[in-house]
């Protein structure tokens, strides 16, 4: 079973996420804890037991087939490198379980957005496609990265 509270440790550590937003994290992964898959779905990556990173993952209500990353976080700027790229592929191989194609989106402040390094995003294929200044407060802007993925499946 996965530990919420190192998932929340590993959020804590990145310095990427004000308290409120730790509480809301919290009960989100409480959320998943007490029903997984519904709304959330935990995405992680683990180097033995040791926890390099976790997504946390909702199905957008209004949408059939748009999945928004509420939580992306990693253990280490050399994870950023090494696992952030895996958990953004087994991100979109959850969203793309039972669908043929998804919408993955993140929006971030620029707290989260720097915790991540939008060149991962980016060199991942993701779009910036939404960017408000001071969004947050004073220097703390609001993106929005989204990607659009697919299956290999055909229909022949």
């Known amino acids: 079973m996965t530990d919420i509270d190192g998932c929340l440790r ?8 004000l308290d409120i937003e730790l509480e ?3 009960e989100s992964l409480r959320d ?3 029903n997984p898959g519904e709304p959330y779905t935990l995405v992680e990556r683990r180097e033995g037991e040791a926890l390099e990173g976790f997504a ?3 199905r957008e209500a209004s949408t059939e087939f748009t999945f928004d990353v509420t939580a ?4 280490s700027s050399r994870a950023v490198r090494e696992a952030g790229a895996r958990l953004l592929e087994d991100v979109e191989r959850e969203a793309l379980r039972g669908e043929v194609s998804a919408i993955v989106r993140f929006e971030m402040s620029r707290r989260r ?3 991540v390094d939008r060149r991962l995003l980016v060199e991942s294929g993701y779009a910036l496609i939404g960017h408000i200044p001071d969004f947050y407060g004073p220097g703390d802007d609001y993106f929005m990265y989204a990607k659009h993925v697919s299956s290999a499946r055909s229909d022949s």
């Open 72 to 75: 992306f976080c990693l253990a």
């Open 32 to 34: 998943w804890a007490g």
């Open 24 to 26: 809301m994290l919290t």
């Open 113 to 115: 957005e720097k915790a």
């Open 56 to 58: 946390l993952v909702r």
């Open 10 to 17: 590993l959020a804590r550590e990145t310095g990427a996420f």
